[in-house]
């Protein structure tokens, strides 16, 4: 980042995908966040015009609020690399491997990561079809934020059918019961472990919406939970090349113990709108909101 005394932050948010909203709402926080914390901003709504814009304004440092496809997948992340503007976040290949939930999972695979079976299926097929046993979960493998998610039940009588915009393959799921359990990782260090309880299934409105979902922190789980879901956190942040900061979320059938503990995904761009999980946990551990803006710009460079 610029040694400048007052540097010039780009914050980039909104663009063209299906978290369009949220992204807003992030990159809105985190611009005022960032005022406050005395950095000069410019908030950038992200158009096919970005590399224009942001090589006219010139920023010491790319603040990537982007959420989803472009901005999460390595896209956004490429052009920054061309254009020399350090940024935030992962860089090219954690971006690109942590969208691609398949991927993802061969890497947790190979790092000894505990997951559930899947597998890639034709969106037409899936919708013909049971492709595996009841229950399962059928979502796009390249999406965040539970955008697209179906949740066929063990008394499914038929296969889901799935919306129009659902690509033409998607992942399906053996269905992981449980409580949801998330734990970010900012640097090399994993905060804390939150409890994300709902009134039904932890989908976009849960997540987003205001009173969608209640966080207990730290989970009132035990100790050899909280401890493993710190360290499957640092290691799925390691195995996928992550930057800066990431949240990995896990499901937990509290009846097996350790061996119900499952991890879903790594988000490399967590959100910070007012309801999400990782500035929470970072308020937890002692660093505030504005605090926790200002090292994520301080940590930003290019070859990430």
């Not at 709504?45 to 224009?52: N, Q």
């Not at 942040?237 to 979320?249: M, Y």
Request: aromatic share 6%; proline share 6%.
């Amino acid at each position: 980042m610029s040694s400048r005394a007052n540097p010039k932050v780009a914050v980039v948010m909104g663009g063209p995908s299906a978290e369009r909203e949220v992204s807003l709402s992030t990159g809105r926080e985190c611009a005022a966040a960032l005022r406050d914390e005395g950095f000069e901003v410019h908030e950038v709504d992200a158009g096919r015009d970005l590399a224009s814009v942001l090589t006219a304004l010139s920023p010491d440092v790319c603040f990537n609020a982007l959420h989803g496809r472009w901005g999460e997948d390595g896209c956004v992340q490429g052009l920054l690399e061309w254009l020399g503007i350090p940024y935030t976040h992962s860089g090219v290949l954690a971006s690109a491997l942590a969208m691609d939930k398949e991927r993802t999972k061969n890497v947790y695979r190979r790092h000894g990561l505990p997951v559930v079976d899947s597998i890639l299926a034709a969106r037409d097929d899936v919708m013909q079809r049971h492709v595996m046993p009841p229950p399962y979960v059928v979502k796009p493998h390249n999406e965040g934020s539970s955008v697209g998610v179906y949740l066929v039940k063990d008394d499914a009588d038929s296969p889901p059918q799935l919306s129009v915009d659902m690509p033409e393959t998607v992942m399906v799921e053996a269905f992981a019961p449980g409580r949801e359990l998330t734990t970010t990782v900012v640097g090399d260090r994993a905060l804390c472990v939150t409890d994300i309880l709902t009134d039904g299934w932890y989908d976009y409105d849960a997540k987003y919406k205001p009173g969608g979902s209640r966080h207990v922190l730290p989970a009132d789980v035990p100790d050899e939970i909280t401890a493993a879901c710190l360290d499957y956190a640092v290691r799925a942040h390691n195995a996928l090349g992550c930057r800066g900061v990431s949240r990995t979320d896990f499901r937990w059938d509290e009846s097996k113990g350790l061996a119900g503990l499952i991890l879903l995904e790594t988000n490399t761009q967590p959100g910070m709108t007012p309801t999400s999980l990782t500035p929470e946990q970072a308020a937890h551990v002692g660093m505030s909101f504005g605090a926790l803006c200002r090292w994520i710009v301080e940590d930003a460079s290019c070859h990430r």
